[in-house]
């Protein structure tokens, strides 16, 4: 609950945020947003999943790039990739 | 001084959420569920002209084992304070001092919850440093007043032009 205090402050100071979590709630009505199917922890995935937490970084990163208006990317329905 | 009308909602809150959080497992879900929020600002979504240089923070209380105290994680309204460390600081010098997650797969591998590298590997620019709260925290007017002010700061002074946080 409190990331959103953190981001309502950086925003009002003029820095853009995205915010990768896993609990919608929270996290609703904040400018950028990507929610994760992993538990609450493992944000980026698992233990030593190196190309998935590259891909959700760069999720992130392209919303801070790229996004126009707020959003909500909600990657929870991805595929596990095979690897 | 002026009346600060948040802190007087928050300190009239504070006695019926202390007893829920005495409560045996705690309730979290009446004392959270009810704690006074504080008018959001109105923004538009913001732009970035220009190459990023992105700062990361993560509430997942995760300090410098060989230069930084842990956490409280035994106060009841939890703790309000923050650190800051080195972005390139060794994964063996990080824990997480926030019992309310698995720490295990964080410990094994603190990108879960603090992704250095992932965020580099994107090709933008990194702060020097890394910032941490802890997600568990009642004192929302500690945290108000201090301790988001002071990140806010750090994030200024680490010359970031966006931000990258990770709630846990």
Known sequence: MTAGLVVDALETAGIPTVVVGNQRVPLKGLPRVILTRYERGKNFGEPGDIGEHEHIAAAAVDLLRNATEPTLLDLRAEATPVR | ?168
């Open chain 2, 1 to 168: 001084m002026e009346r600060d009308r948040y802190l007087e909602q928050w300190a009239a809150w504070l006695p019926a959420a202390l007893v829920w959080l005495a409560q045996d497992p705690p309730n979290y879900r009446d004392s959270e569920g009810t704690i006074p929020k504080p008018a959001r600002p109105v923004l538009g979504i913001q732009r970035v002209d220009g190459p990023l240089r992105v700062a990361l923070l993560s509430s997942s209380a995760a300090y410098d084992t060989a230069t930084q105290p842990a956490y409280n994680e035994h106060c009841v309204i939890g703790d309000s304070s923050w650190r800051v460390f080195p972005y390139d600081l060794p994964d063996e010098r990080i824990d997480f001092a926030h019992e309310h997650f698995d720490r295990a797969p964080a410990r094994r591998d603190p990108e879960l919850v603090l992704p250095r590298r992932a965020l580099r590997a994107t090709g933008v620019e990194t702060t020097a440093h890394a910032i941490s709260w802890s997600g568990y925290s009642m004192d929302w007017p500690g945290l108000l007043h201090q301790t988001i002010p002071q990140m806010v700061a750090q994030v200024k002074a680490d010359n970031a032009n966006a931000a990258l946080l990770v709630p846990v």
